[in-house]
Nanobody, 117 residues
Framework: EVQLVESGGGLVQPGGSLRLSCAAS????????MSWVRQAPGKGLEWVSG????????GYAGSVKGRFTISRDNAKNTLYLQMDSLKPEDTAVYYC??????????WGQGTQVTVSS
């Protein structure tokens, strides 16, 4: 059974940092690309960042480029998102998702990130 479990969310002041983690199980993690997607209150899903299976290629939404860093540890079956210089508009539920067969086919339960003073 495929499982994706996010952690690391919380309340942080503007300008602060958080590191999200996503523990994967039930599949060969090193074989698939992964992404982070977020949903702000009252808004739709927004792709944030993606990484290929080996970790050598990454991509970012314009809204987070230069502030967020995606990475993965295939030995630990874990995906990360380092978020720096956080802004109130980064407030959202952040989801870890697997990209396989040209679709995001499995999603975690999400972790809440709130940026507020």
């Amino acid at each position: 059974e495929v499982q994706l479990v996010e952690s690391g969310g919380g309340l942080v002041q503007p300008g602060g940092s958080l590191r999200l983690s996503c523990a994967a199980s039930g599949f060969t993690f090193s074989d698939v690309a992964m992404s982070w997607v977020r949903q702000a209150p009252g808004k739709g899903l927004e792709w944030v960042s993606g990484i290929n299976s080996g970790g050598g290629s990454t991509g970012y939404a314009g809204s987070v480029k230069g502030r967020f860093t995606i990475s993965r540890d295939n030995a630990k079956n874990t995906l990360y998102l380092q978020m720096d210089s956080l802004k109130p508009e980064d407030t959202a539920v952040y989801y870890c998702t697997r990209y396989y067969g040209d679709e995001f086919d499995y999603w975690g339960q999400g972790t809440q990130v709130t940026v507020s003073s």
